[in-house]
């Protein structure tokens, strides 16, 4: 039943929009009706420039437009709009910050920034955290769902979210921002970029800080307020060595300090939890083009590492609740990441590229925890546990070809193998086929592949719970879909029917207290998609996603039940209008239905009710140099919570103000 409503509702979609937009007699594969555009070019999806109706690989993209006219503060809130997108935040701005794509755990999904992998490896589930992300000097980003392993390895069992820095061009360019807004908010940040002779040039340094408000939700009667301080850096630099050949290095820092709380919900406060975060990652690569283009070459070294700090001491506030049995606490993570990777691109005439590669990851992580109950409780006064510095490593090889044919039908199929110090080899394979029918302007396509995610240090080594047994984390996704483009109006409409399962998930078993692998999962569902830009003054986003996330681990009471705090259904609406060659005005609907979350105090399942949030921006630019900008989140001033017992913001105000000099 749930399959034939599914395709009910992709063949209605598609019909209604043929009716809606009268498509033109034949579309031409021509400059003249916009085909082969810039912002028609997509690279995550095969690791090689490809115009967009090549591919059949499910991709996003949210471009420098869309990223200027939001006037959003984080990517977190950029990625919450997105189709296929569910998402939680621990609390406000500063907390953990989650994105599942599909329905998927969110340590399924790699993110890249700048051909860096940035999932935590000090973090037990190697996930990445969106809280500390700004926008500030991001070009654009990718957003590719399905089982991605045969290109990117492990992590992208479920998907791939590409970041991407801006490139510096043309004369010097220098730009100021300063904001305030609701929670004593505010934000100032300086950008640099362009370019001199062979050498580009793009930089940021930024600092954000709120007083916030409770992470533990206040309608549960906590008043003490979470605040935090982000500090940023990033910078790109290119030198061009020669007409076939440059090298580019890429760098980030972060550091950040966010109060938290312990517990969700009523009691929840604690005036005394601590979180600190420093992240640095850097990057150094070059390309090499051989043989008049023929032969394209990227090799790349990177470094990523993470440490993060938590403390809490509530012996030393006025504060005495049932729930602190550990009265003082002190946690240490440091994760490091090594990656050396090399590309090879082979253009095989007009209808075919040959992309065959090589990376090899170490990680390296160590954790250090110590908990002392100062008062008479039931539980064991003091707590110490310790990783020493522990590390493995992989080393995986991988090949594409993509081939086109009559520039009507497309495919790429890779296979890939890995091999991991731990647990020995693993296969992965992926076949993209799509085929275009000019006449209509309207492309079918398909993909199957599978993924895989190798056990974290903490799962393999930890003295409490860690195996180092463990075998990786799997997935096999496939997708169907149809799309529609209307060329003279800029609009392009899709529907895409997916399904995956993830075997081998990381459990607990209860005998020996190990990691073991026992855990699956299913998720499918369908996607809706349209995009249009009519006019020169005005854009249009919509999507909707209807997903089916459940839980089939077996010998488990959680059986066939929903996934936790995954929306069965999800429309995303973005609308933008240049009212004036000055004035933009953006507006934004996420709407979600209801979820199933868990009372950690009872360990029962409870229902998060569905909600909707309208936001509003606007810039006017008083001087070509000068704009003001206005932002304003949560316009209906919804009461909802993403995790059980943790708060949102309600109706935010932010405005400021942006000088830039050419």
Same mark, same amino acid.
């Given at each position: 039943?749930?399959?034939?409503?599914?395709?009910?509702?992709?063949?209605?979609?598609?019909?209604?929009?043929?009716?809606?937009?009268?498509?033109?007699?034949?579309?031409?594969?021509?400059?003249?009706?916009?085909?082969?555009?810039?912002?028609?070019?997509?690279?995550?999806?095969?690791?090689?420039?490809?115009?967009?109706?090549?591919?059949?690989?499910?991709?996003?993209?949210?471009?420098?437009?869309?990223?200027?006219?939001?006037?959003?503060?984080?990517?977190?809130?950029?990625?919450?709009?997105?189709?296929?997108?569910?998402?939680?935040?621990?609390?406000?701005?500063?907390?953990?910050?989650?994105?599942?794509?599909?329905?998927?755990?969110?340590?399924?999904?790699?993110?890249?920034?700048?051909?860096?992998?940035?999932?935590?490896?000090?973090?037990?589930?190697?996930?990445?955290?969106?809280?500390?992300?700004?926008?500030?000097?991001?070009?654009?980003?990718?957003?590719?769902?399905?089982?991605?392993?045969?290109?990117?390895?492990?992590?992208?069992?479920?998907? @791939?979210?590409?970041?991407?820095?801006?490139?510096? #061009?043309?004369?010097? !360019?220098? $730009?100021?921002? *300063? =904001?305030?807004?609701? /929670?004593?908010?505010?934000?100032?940040?300086?950008?640099?970029?362009?370019?001199?002779?062979?050498?580009?040039?793009?930089?940021? @340094?930024?600092?954000?800080?709120?007083?916030?408000? #409770?992470?533990?939700? !206040?309608? $549960?009667?906590? *008043? =003490?307020?979470?605040? /935090?301080?982000?500090?940023?850096?990033?910078?790109?630099?290119?030198?061009?060595?020669?007409?076939?050949?440059?090298?580019?290095?890429?760098?980030?820092?972060?550091?950040?300090?966010?109060?938290?709380?312990?517990?969700?919900?009523?009691?929840?406060?604690?005036?005394? /939890?601590?979180?600190?975060?420093?992240?640095?990652?850097?990057?150094?690569?070059?390309?090499?083009?051989?043989?008049?283009?023929?032969?394209?070459?990227?090799?790349?070294?990177?470094?990523?590492?993470?440490?993060?700090?938590?403390?809490?001491?509530?012996?030393?506030?006025?504060?005495?609740?049932?729930?602190?049995?550990?009265?003082?606490?002190?946690?240490?993570?440091?994760?490091?990441?090594?990656?050396?990777?090399?590309?090879?691109?082979?253009?095989?005439?007009?209808?075919?590229?040959?992309?065959?590669?090589?990376?090899?990851?170490?990680?390296?992580?160590?954790?250090?925890?110590?908990?002392?109950?100062?008062?008479?409780?039931?539980?064991?006064?003091?707590?110490?546990?310790?990783?020493?510095?522990?590390?493995?490593?992989?080393?995986?090889?991988?090949?594409?070809?993509?081939?086109?044919?009559?520039?009507?039908?497309?495919?790429?199929?890779?296979?890939?193998?890995?091999?991991?110090?731990?647990?020995?080899?693993?296969?992965?394979?992926?076949?993209?086929?799509?085929?275009?029918?000019?006449?209509?302007?309207?492309?079918?396509?398909?993909?199957?592949?599978?993924?895989?995610?190798?056990?974290?240090?903490?799962?393999?080594?930890?003295?409490?719970?860690?195996?180092?047994?463990?075998?990786?984390?799997?997935?096999?996704?496939?997708?169907?879909?149809?799309?529609?483009?209307?060329?003279?109006?800029?609009?392009?409409?899709?529907?895409?029917?997916?399904?995956?399962?993830?075997?081998?998930?990381?459990?607990?078993?209860?005998?020996?207290?190990?990691?073991?692998?026992?855990?699956?999962?299913?998720?499918?569902?369908?996607?809706?998609?349209?995009?249009?830009?009519?006019?020169?003054?005005?854009?249009?986003?919509?999507?909707?996603?209807?997903?089916?996330?459940?839980?089939?681990?077996?010998?488990?009471?959680?059986?066939?039940?929903?996934?936790?705090?995954?929306?069965?259904?999800?429309?995303?609406?973005?609308?933008?209008?240049?009212?004036?060659?000055?004035?933009?005005?953006?507006?934004?609907?996420?709407?979600?239905?209801?979820?199933?979350?868990?009372?950690?105090?009872?360990?029962?399942?409870?229902?998060?009710?569905?909600?909707?949030?309208?936001?509003?921006?606007?810039?006017?630019?008083?001087?070509?140099?000068?704009?003001?900008?206005?932002?304003?989140?949560?316009?209906?001033?919804?009461?909802?919570?993403?995790?059980?017992?943790?708060?949102?913001?309600?109706?935010?105000?932010?405005?400021?103000?942006?000088?830039?000099?050419?």
């Amino acid at each position: 039943m749930y399959k034939t409503n599914s395709f009910l509702i992709l063949f209605l979609f598609m019909f209604s929009l043929q009716s809606i937009f009268p498509q033109e007699s034949e579309i031409q594969k021509t400059d003249s009706t916009g085909f082969y555009r810039l912002n028609d070019v997509v690279v995550t999806a095969t690791k090689t420039p490809t115009h967009y109706f090549e591919i059949a690989n499910s991709i996003s993209v949210i471009d420098s437009k869309q990223i200027q006219n939001s006037n959003s503060d984080n990517i977190f809130d950029l990625l919450k709009n997105e189709v296929g997108i569910t998402y939680t935040q621990q609390g406000g701005n500063g907390t953990l910050s989650n994105i599942n794509i599909r329905g998927a755990n969110s340590s399924y999904t790699l993110v890249l920034i700048d051909g860096m992998e940035m999932n935590l490896t000090s973090d037990p589930g190697g996930v990445f955290d969106f809280s500390g992300l700004p926008v500030d000097n991001i070009d654009r980003i990718e957003i590719l769902r399905g089982p991605q392993s045969t290109l990117y390895g492990s992590d992208a069992m479920a998907g @791939v979210v590409n970041i991407i820095t801006k490139t510096g #061009s043309g004369s010097p !360019k220098f $730009s100021l921002l *300063t =904001e305030g807004g609701s /929670y004593n908010t505010y934000k100032a940040q300086f950008g640099l970029n362009g370019e001199i002779q062979k050498l580009n040039y793009s930089l940021s @340094v930024s600092r954000t800080g709120s007083d916030g408000f #409770s992470v533990a939700d !206040k309608d $549960s009667g906590n *008043t =003490e307020k979470d605040g /935090y301080t982000f500090n940023n850096l990033s910078a790109l630099l290119g030198y061009k060595l020669s007409e076939n050949s440059r090298i580019n290095f890429y760098s980030r820092f972060i550091k950040s300090d966010m109060d938290n709380d312990r517990f969700g919900g009523r009691f929840g406060d604690d005036p005394t /939890y601590i979180t600190k975060q420093e992240g640095l990652s850097v990057r150094i690569e070059g390309k090499v083009k051989s043989f008049d283009g023929l032969w394209d070459q990227k090799i790349g070294l990177s470094f990523v590492r993470n440490v993060r700090k938590n403390s809490f001491d509530t012996s030393a506030a006025s504060i005495n609740y049932p729930f602190y049995y550990n009265d003082y606490s002190t946690a240490l993570y440091d994760g490091r990441k090594y990656k050396l990777d090399w590309q090879n691109d082979f253009y095989l005439g007009k209808t075919n590229i040959l992309t065959a590669g090589f990376d090899y990851e170490t990680d390296q992580s160590s954790s250090d925890y110590y908990a002392l109950n100062y008062s008479e409780k039931p539980f064991a006064p003091e707590i110490i546990s310790i990783l020493p510095k522990e590390e493995a490593s992989i080393y995986g090889i991988y090949i594409q070809h993509q081939f086109n044919w009559n520039n009507a039908f497309f495919i790429s199929a890779g296979l890939r193998t890995d091999h991991h110090n731990k647990f020995g080899s693993q296969f992965t394979y992926r076949i993209s086929p799509a085929f275009m029918l000019w006449e209509t302007g309207t492309k079918i396509k398909t993909s199957i592949g599978t993924g895989f995610k190798a056990p974290s240090l903490f799962y393999l080594y930890d003295p409490a719970f860690g195996n180092e047994n463990l075998k990786p984390e799997k997935s096999f996704g496939w997708d169907l879909g149809i799309e529609q483009f209307l060329f003279s109006s800029k609009t392009s409409a899709g529907a895409t029917f997916f399904y995956n399962s993830f075997s081998e998930m990381f459990g607990f078993d209860f005998i020996t207290f190990k990691t073991i692998n026992i855990n699956k999962a299913i998720t499918k569902g369908i996607e809706l998609f349209l995009s249009s830009e009519p006019t020169n003054w005005f854009r249009l986003k919509l999507n909707y996603t209807m997903l089916d996330a459940r839980d089939l681990s077996p010998n488990s009471s959680n059986y066939d039940t929903n996934l936790l705090r995954r929306a069965k259904h999800k429309v995303g609406v973005l609308a933008n209008f240049d009212i004036t060659e000055k004035v933009n005005l953006n507006s934004e609907l996420i709407w979600l239905t209801r979820r199933d979350d868990i009372d950690f105090n009872t360990y029962e399942r409870v229902e998060l009710k569905g909600y909707a949030l309208l936001n509003v921006a606007a810039h006017y630019d008083i001087f070509n140099f000068l704009r003001l900008n206005v932002r304003v989140e949560n316009l209906l001033d919804t009461k909802y919570q993403e995790v059980l017992g943790y708060g949102t913001a309600g109706l935010s105000v932010y405005g400021g103000i942006r000088l830039l000099i050419d």
